[in-house]
């Protein structure tokens, strides 16, 4: 049986058009003139009228924290499969999860076995970066092996936190990694700027407001630059820098991209694109430890100079880095944000937020919310027949409805938190249907997939072409 999703307003990364998506099996095997699928079909048919609705690829969200365990206390509340289903109602179809440090001093494939377990329940299709903890010859020879035959292309290095990498480790890894055509991801904020900030502060300043203080923004700039540095000496290894929230990154990534460094990468997530600062005080410090995540949210400028990094093409790809706690887990530190569990979800709003705001109200073409939701994460991460709309590829496809609103809410969100960060916020489209390979896997907001329908991606990354 094939599907024809019939008139839409087909969007893909390079082009969009009223036509005909034909689905056989798993595929797209066919994109045609609009009421034209019809007649080149042999064999039966279920027509999907798409008319007046856009059609645009399965999201690739390439930061996702899926059942982390973060700390010995809080584990991310949703799991691959709830996760998954958030995600999949959302309009996404493929996460590339960061995973959780393992025990001190454990082998890089470690935590890949821990992980292949943990998502086995997956509805949508996954792979995962690995994360290092430490450096030594064992370590980088293990590099390799997970590059060339195993298909895990990104590891994750954090500048800060409780195994950040320094100067020798980021500079060891960067010329690993270009060796075995593999790909540094990198958490760049400065360790000696937060820590020492946040151990000077005073017993009033230990309020959710102190986060953002004690994470100026030059925190990440300056580490941004760090890494570009390194990237650079080692003869322009490829560097993709998670999160940035500051605008004084986007200036250092944007100068290194014009002057030949094309293979520095840069995500930034809808927290900041669309929240600043104002959320740890407004309300009230119960409010405000809600929003507890790193980097901080910040200001309107920098939010601004986001959305010229997405029109511009400094900043590649909008992920989510969603990572939620309960609200109760995130209130027993209101008193002290220190120890709070950094994180807060997203995946299942990332589509219609950028969708509607994005697309609808002009910020973004078609063409570049397509590729900065899922094209340009399929390329830089190596993820191969997903990302566009074309025949042979992964029939990975959403359809969006621009005449119905809706607004979010606590009890019509799918993650586990039972709270949002943008609860209130109305999208001026609703994502009526999710197709994951050819299965139909949720329909307006209501998930119909299978638990455990996820693969597991093989990725590669092909040699950047400068
Ligand atoms: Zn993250």
Same mark, same amino acid.
């Given at each position: 049986m094939n599907i024809i999703i019939e008139n839409g307003l087909i969007c893909t990364a390079t082009n969009h058009f009223v036509g005909d998506i034909v689905i056989t099996g798993n595929t797209i095997s066919a994109v045609t003139d609009p009421h034209t699928a019809r007649q080149q079909v042999s064999g039966d048919y279920e027509i999907?009228? /798409? *008319?007046g609705h856009y059609v645009v690829p399965g999201g690739i969200d390439p930061h996702t924290h899926f059942d982390l365990q973060q700390s010995s206390k809080h584990r991310a509340c949703d799991d691959f499969l709830h996760g998954g289903i958030a995600a999949a109602c959302g309009g996404t179809t493929t996460v590339i999860d960061h995973m959780a440090f393992g025990p001190a001093g454990c082998s890089l494939h470690h935590q890949f076995d821990v992980y292949r377990e943990l998502a086995k329940d997956c509805p949508i299709d996954y792979s995962f970066h690995g994360v290092f903890q430490h450096v030594d010859d064992s370590i980088l020879k293990e590099i390799n092996e997970l590059v060339t035959n195993e298909g895990f292309p990104s590891f994750k290095a954090y500048t800060t936190y409780g195994s950040p990498m320094?100067?020798?480790?980021?500079f060891a890894l960067l010329e690993r990694l270009k060796e075995c055509g593999g790909l540094l991801t990198v958490h760049a904020e400065d360790d000696t700027i937060t820590n020492t900030l946040r151990n000077r502060l005073t017993k009033d300043e230990l309020l959710p407001i102190g986060h $953002?203080? *004690?994470?100026?923004?030059? !925190?990440?700039?300056?580490?941004?630059?760090?890494?570009?540095?390194l990237a650079h000496v080692v003869g322009d290894a490829p560097v993709y820098l998670v999160h940035m929230s500051a605008h004084e990154s986007l200036s250092e990534i944007r100068l290194a991209r014009q002057e030949g @460094? !094309?293979?520095? %990468? /840069?995500?930034?997530?809808?927290? %900041?694109l669309f929240l600043t600062d104002d959320k740890f005080k407004d309300g009230g410090p119960m409010e405000g430890i809600k929003y507890m995540l790193a980097p901080p949210l910040r200001k309107k400028e920098d939010q601004d100079a986001l959305w010229q990094g997405l029109q511009d093409g400094t900043v590649q790809v909008v992920a989510t880095d969603h990572c939620p706690f309960t609200i109760a887990e995130k209130q027993a530190y209101v008193n002290d944000f220190r120890n709070c569990p950094g994180g807060i979800s997203g995946v299942e709003e990332r589509m219609p937020l950028l969708f509607s705001e994005g697309v609808l109200k002009k910020k973004l073409t078609p063409? @570049?919310? +397509?590729? +900065?939701? /899922?094209?340009? $994460? !399929?390329?830089?991460?190596?993820?191969?027949?997903?990302?566009d709309i074309k025949v042979g590829y992964? $029939?990975?496809l959403v359809i969006f409805n621009p005449n119905e609103a809706r607004t979010f809410q606590k009890d019509n969100l799918k993650t586990t938190c039972h709270y949002s960060a943008y609860e209130g916020m109305t999208v001026n489209a609703t994502v009526a249907k999710v197709f994951l390979r050819g299965q139909l896997i949720a329909e307006n907001n209501t998930f119909c997939g299978k638990k455990g329908y996820g693969q597991l991606l093989k990725r590669h990354i092909e040699a950047a072409d400068k």
């Open positions: 999907i009228d /798409a *008319t320094h100067e020798p480790e980021l $953002a203080l *004690t994470r100026p923004n030059t !925190a990440e700039s300056i580490s941004v630059n760090t890494v570009i540095g @460094q !094309a293979n520095i %990468y /840069a995500e930034t997530c809808p927290q %900041y063409e @570049q919310f +397509v590729q +900065v939701t /899922a094209t340009n $994460a !399929a390329r830089i991460f190596g993820i191969p027949n997903k990302g992964d $029939a990975d």
